[in-house]
């Protein structure tokens, strides 16, 4: 009898810990009610950290999400089949499960490949690689709970509310970073190549002046020509436009202006006071069109993603 009774009171308190729905529109929204939120908020923060230099933000905003994936997640586990089924809550978890892993792997490794990502382009290309991966990960999962939340829906004859499909806006995130991403990586590798020269001229090594000015050159062309096959993004050229100016600018400095440097820096034995006035003009406007040119693509950029976004 006591075995009965100890029996009956386990099966009491689980059912106490398990909610139950005989109404499969109360069971839907129990359901997507722990979902939405999580994946509007996930949203949001592959727009915070694509475009924010404040690192602490965006890992308070990642730690924040994971947090509330965890609750969520345990708010479903407690929600009892419906009718014997748990294809949508098992979706669910499965997408809640997606989302967790972007966030504590794949986000955390771009954070931390962030770091470094300025000293080389392939640190760049590494960091912004990962980036992707993290977005695209998250791409997925959107898609699949609208998928299983309908499946579930015309089954049991719901009508769903119109709303915003939130793994077209995904999608639409995705496209608008991946087109400023290539193209801030093409900009990315010449500034990276004129920044070698920048030192070699700082250091007065004329070998490494000239070995730097040939490759920006080589680089800087290529880049124009890689911007010439891509076109506007949805009739929007002002960013492609802004980044052609500023690799144009490295490729004139290469062909033009480091040229004269280098002559000037040949004859150093024997330089005059207008040799000197020469090399510290043409420095002097080469760093005043470059900030200039910078500051215009940044500008461009925030508007680009601003636009879009």
């Known amino acids: 009898m006591r075995n009965i009774l100890y029996l ?24 997507s009610k722990q979902i939405n939120g999580i994946a509007q908020k996930s949203v949001n923060y592959s727009v915070l950290s694509a475009n924010s230099d404040n690192e602490n933000e965006v890992r308070a905003s990642r730690i924040d999400l994971i947090k509330q994936i965890n609750l969520s997640k345990k708010n479903i586990e407690d929600i009892s089949p419906y009718k014997g089924s748990s294809k949508l809550k098992n979706e669910v978890l499965d997408v809640l499960s997606i989302y967790k892993d972007a966030f504590i792997t794949d986000y955390e490794n771009a954070s931390k490949l962030k770091q470094g990502s300025s000293e080389s382009f392939e640190a760049m290309e590494a960091y912004l690689k990962n980036l992707e991966k993290a977005e695209n990960k998250l791409g997925r999962a959107s898609e699949q709970m609208p998928k299983a939340q309908r ?19 995904m999608k639409s995130i995705s496209a608008v970073n ?104 043409v420095v002097n406007k080469a760093n005043a069109n470059q900030q200039d040119l910078i500051e215009k693509y940044q500008k461009a950029n925030k508007e680009f993603l601003r636009k879009h976004i």
């Open 8 to 31: 009956l009171l386990v099966v009491f308190i689980q059912a106490g810990y398990s909610q139950q729905y005989d109404n499969a529109a109360d069971y839907y929204n129990a359901i």
């Open 178 to 281: 991946q087109y400023s991403r290539h193209l801030f990586l093409i900009y990315f590798k010449v500034g990276k190549q004129n920044s070698y020269y920048v030192e070699a001229l700082q250091n007065k090594d004329a070998k490494n002046m000239e070995k730097n000015r040939h490759e920006l050159r080589l680089q800087s062309d290529g880049a124009i020509k890689e911007l010439k096959k891509i076109g506007a993004f949805e009739k929007d050229k002002k960013y492609l436009a802004a980044t052609n100016d500023l690799v144009k600018h490295y490729f004139d400095l290469a062909t033009g202006d480091y040229v004269t440097l280098k002559d000037i820096m040949e004859n150093h034995t024997s330089l005059t006071q207008k040799d000197v006035d020469t090399f510290t003009k």
């Open 151 to 169: 499946q579930f829906a015309e089954k049991h004859n719901l009508m769903l509310q119109s709303e915003t499909d939130l793994s077209q806006k």
